[in-house]
């Protein structure tokens, strides 16, 4: 099984990294075998005819478990991400597990994962299962954030994971 993380944060390293991390971590028993953090790429990002990122869209569209994660701007995802996500072609550019996890300041926007991400994950040929998580970034180390949502999902996660093996 390989899991992937990528992060749309324009800070590199950021929170948003580590709520990742965290959550591909607990959902699949392992640490990530990829980590993208787009912040890192400049502007290679605008490149489509760059070898590396190119090869990176490959690696995330064949991964098992990818978990989609930014920081909430404006109740959406961050235009970073979405260059990336432009990559994947419509209905096959991504084969396996897709979660959706957005962090914000306050719960006025913790509809945003579901409204925003989901559907574009959907559409590029991810399995969402459960509800998008969105978490408070000032609890995003903090592992009661994530329990419940955890307790609803990973049992999903699991199975279509063994059923795909």
Known sequence: ??????????KPGSRT?????????????SEPDLIVDLATLGSTILDWGDEYVNDLVSQVGRADLVVFASPTYKAA?????????DRFAGGTG???????????????????????????????????????LYVIDSAYDDPAAYAEWL???????TTLLKAGS
Do not use: D, Q
């Open 1 to 10: 099984m390989t899991t992937a993380v990528v992060v749309g944060n324009p």
């Open 17 to 29: 990294l580590g709520a990742a991390t965290y959550l591909a971590a607990e959902l699949s028993g």
């Open 77 to 85: 995802y961050t235009g970073l991400l979405k260059l990336f996500l």
């Open 94 to 132: 991504l084969s396996g597990i897709a979660i959706p996890l957005m962090l914000g300041g306050s719960p006025a926007h913790s509809l945003a994962p579901e409204l925003t991400l989901r559907p574009v994950l959907n559409e590029i040929g991810g399995t969402v299962p459960g509800r998008g």
């Open 151 to 157: 307790t609803a999902t990973k049992p999903i996660v």
